[in-house]
């Protein structure tokens, strides 16, 4: 609504309170739900449901669970299929597992899956501080000369070690992390 003034001898005089008409669109960001398996160190594993946004920050395409546990808060928020809302420690999770399509999507091959004649694969076994061990394979590109996996393991600027497993993708924190065995 706009105000409505008049004039009185040169001077403007506001009739009305000026009351401004704001209409707010949806601010809402486009997301969509991934069913995830969560390991808090000290839990038992939970069903989890993940938001992911349609585009990612960090590279092109979607978001990906792993962009989730790149970010700089200390909180996750996730759904629980149960029901309710988890804010899980960033610092405490274990392991977060994910269908291999939702982690490594098909639209943008990784430039691992591009490069795979530079390509090296190491099918290891990690164990966890809590005494777990999870299995799986690493896959990663480095420069000539810098391709053993304990290059890999010094170098990866991620947080989250990416385990492939079938139609897994275990997403380990690195922090939790007592040694991985090669085989």
Partial sequence: MAARASCDHGRIVAADPVVPEFVVPDFAVPKHKVGATLRLLGQAPVEVELFLGESAARHSGHERPSDLLQMAEPFLAVQLKAGGVLFASRHNILVLSIASDVELGE?????????????????????????????????????????????????????????????????????????VTAH
């Avoid at 799986?136 to 600027?157: E, I, S, T, W």
């Avoid at 380990?172 to 992390?177: D, G, H, L, Q, T």
């Fill in 107 to 179: 639209e943008d091959l990784p430039v691992e899956d591009l490069a795979a004649e530079e390509t090296k694969t190491a099918d290891v076994v990690v164990r966890l501080e809590d005494g777990s061990s999870i299995s799986g394979n690493v896959v990663y590109l480095m420069p000539v000369g810098h391709r053993r996996l304990q290059d890999y393991l010094n170098a990866l600027p991620e947080a989250f070690l990416k385990l492939r497993n079938g139609d897994l993708v275990h997403l380990v924190n690195k922090e939790r992390i007592v040694l």
